[in-house]
């Protein structure tokens, strides 16, 4: 099998189910998001983190795949087998939350993104689901979209940013605060 077909080579793109859209498609835009937050996740899963977290995040990996299948199916053809995602999906991820929650110190304001590389790359994957999120809520002004695909993608920008956390008090770094100025 050849990685290329040329059948993009004019600016569209298939969904599953055949219906040739533009490549800057609202559903199109949805799912590269999706694929990008992937790929930021696969950065995260190899460095140095406890075996939990990169248990979870293959985990997330094979959702986030899920949930592309799901944006890329031509709406309203019923007879395609597509992966679904479920409430357990979400649920595993408000265990995970909770869990790592345990641990940590209460938040009591904002915390400024950074720290090591691995942290950072939580905070980049944090703020590429939650624009994910935001693709998809506009695809779903004009096309069906599964209610479980926007609670997964916010669900999981809020774990990414625990996970950011727990990894900060792991290698004993200190999260530093927002001082917001106010007259």
């Not at 992937?38 to 075996?51: E, P, S």
């Not at 592309?68 to 939350?97: C, M, Q, R, T």
Request: glycine share 6%.
């Amino acid at each position: 099998m050849k990685i290329y077909t040329k059948t993009g080579d004019k600016g569209t793109t298939a969904l599953f189910g055949g219906k040739r859209v533009s490549k800057c498609d609202a559903r199109i835009e949805a799912y590269g998001t999706v694929d990008e937050l992937n790929a930021y996740i696969g950065l995260i899963r190899f460095k140095n983190i406890d075996t939990r977290a990169i248990e979870i995040l293959s985990e997330i990996q094979d959702r986030l795949f899920t949930l592309g299948s799901i944006l890329a199916s031509e709406p309203g053809k019923n007879n395609l087998k597509v992966p679904y995602l479920n409430e357990e999906d979400v649920e595993l991820l408000e265990k995970e939350i909770d869990k790592m929650n345990e641990t940590l110190p209460e938040l009591k304001s904002f915390v400024l993104p950074g720290g090591n590389d691995v942290i950072g790359f939580c905070h980049v994957a944090r703020c590429i689901c939650r624009r994910a999120e935001r693709d998809v809520v506009n695809l779903a002004q004009s096309e069906p979209v599964p209610d479980i695909v926007v609670k997964y993608l916010n669900r999981l920008s809020d774990y990414l940013f625990v996970l950011s956390r727990k990894l900060t008090y792991d290698e004993n770094l200190s999260e530093t605060p927002w001082k917001p100025r106010i007259q």
